[in-house]
């Protein structure tokens, strides 16, 4: 198994300095949504959510990744894509972490948080920020 390059952890670090920094504005706006406007619980969520995801999109697009290959409503969107099947993984890992294995619920937390972040790296370093899904699927099947 070859070991990543330096650009390639360089990035990887920035990713998670991003994706904290995101953690803090979804937090934020959760609290500004339900607290000072009185929103639902469910809508400041989702608000919040899409605060966080725009964020971490953004920055990830100019100061990590920096990448200019494709239309940035292209990238918006694999981002999009790759984030809501980190999503599902997520509910998906916690389902089976909790209910299967029977792990404490912070503990399924650290290891789901954990595996979808290393999903989400990947994905954006090779699609989103890159040649988008069909172009990474293709260089994927040409190549066998």
Same mark, same amino acid.
């Given at each position: 198994?070859?070991?990543?390059? *330096?650009?390639?952890?360089?990035?990887?670090?920035?990713?998670?300095?991003?994706?904290?920094?995101?953690?803090?504005?979804?937090?934020?706006?959760?609290?500004?949504? *339900?607290?000072? +406007?009185?929103?639902?619980?469910?809508?400041?969520?989702?608000?919040?959510?899409?605060?966080?995801?725009?964020?971490?999109?953004?920055? !990830?697009?100019?100061?990590? +990744?920096?990448?200019?290959? *494709?239309?940035?409503?292209?990238?918006?969107?694999?981002?999009?894509?790759?984030?809501?099947?980190?999503?599902?993984?997520?509910?998906?890992?916690? =389902?089976? +972490?909790?209910?299967?294995?029977?792990?404490?619920?912070?503990?399924?937390?650290?290891? /789901?948080?954990?595996?979808?972040?290393?999903?989400? +790296?990947?994905?954006?370093?090779?699609?989103?920020?890159? /040649?988008?899904?069909?172009?990474?699927?293709?260089?994927?099947? !040409?190549? =066998?």
């Amino acid at each position: 198994m070859k070991l990543p390059s *330096r650009l390639t952890v360089k990035l990887f670090l920035n990713y998670i300095w991003i994706g904290g920094l995101a953690t803090v504005v979804d937090t934020f706006a959760l609290l500004v949504f *339900r607290v000072k +406007f009185g929103m639902y619980v469910w809508l400041s969520a989702a608000l919040a959510y899409a605060c966080g995801m725009a964020t971490n999109f953004v920055l !990830n697009k100019y100061l990590n +990744f920096t990448s200019k290959e *494709r239309h940035i409503l292209k990238q918006a969107r694999t981002f999009f894509i790759v984030a809501s099947i980190g999503l599902c993984l997520k509910a998906l890992l916690m =389902e089976v +972490f909790v209910q299967v294995v029977h792990m404490r619920l912070l503990i399924a937390q650290a290891f /789901g948080v954990a595996i979808v972040m290393i999903w989400s +790296f990947w994905g954006h370093h090779k699609m989103t920020f890159r /040649g988008g899904i069909r172009s990474y699927l293709s260089d994927r099947l !040409n190549k =066998e």
